[in-house]
């Protein structure tokens, strides 16, 4: 009988113990810290009558990258409006360009600004089908007399 409860107490002891290491090692893994933020956009202009992700990145004091959102930076804009890292630029919008101030929640002096040109194209509408483009590409073979 003595040897259950001993076994028993051992398994709760060795419970405890790997509870304990758990939260040390997720307290040491939560405790690494935004040494700056990075803004990586997916296109070289905004397109308007859209929402345009803007993309915010933090390295770690670690050298690892984390995304970031509204949850760990506000954003501010000269014009549109965000809704998450979204940005809308309304279809009417005139200006060539919009600036954007990104600042991290937990450390304000950690912030980007920066300018993003917004597009005064209007789009096509229409891309190209395979078959249009292998049949440009056959076509311009011909025409520099290649078989």
């Known amino acids: 009988m003595r040897c259950i409860f001993l076994d028993l107490y051992k398994k709760n002891k060795l419970k405890q113990f790997l509870l304990f290491i758990l939260l040390v090692w997720a307290s040491v893994v939560k405790a690494q810290k935004i040494d700056s933020i990075f803004v990586h956009l997916y296109t070289d202009s905004l397109k308007k009558g859209t929402f345009n992700y803007i993309n915010i990145d933090g390295r770690l004091t670690n050298g690892r990258w984390l995304p970031l959102d509204t949850a760990d930076i506000t954003f501010t804009t000269s014009a549109g409006q965000f809704r998450g890292n979204s940005l809308w630029i309304d279809?009417?919008?005139?200006?060539?360009?919009?600036?954007?101030?990104?600042?991290?929640?937990?450390?304000?002096?950690?912030?980007?600004?920066?300018?993003?040109?917004?597009?005064?194209?209007?789009?096509?509408?229409?891309?190209?089908?395979?078959?249009?483009?292998?049949?440009?590409?056959?076509?311009?073979?011909?025409?520099?007399?290649?078989?």
Do not use: H
């Not at 300018?115 to 078959?131: A, C, E, H, M, S």
């Open 91 to 147: 279809q009417d919008f005139k200006p060539e360009k919009v600036s954007v101030k990104v600042v991290l929640k937990n450390n304000p002096a950690q912030q980007k600004e920066f300018d993003i040109y917004v597009k005064q194209q209007p789009d096509n509408g229409r891309l190209k089908t395979t078959n249009e483009i292998l049949e440009e590409m056959k076509q311009s073979k011909r025409k520099n007399g290649k078989p």
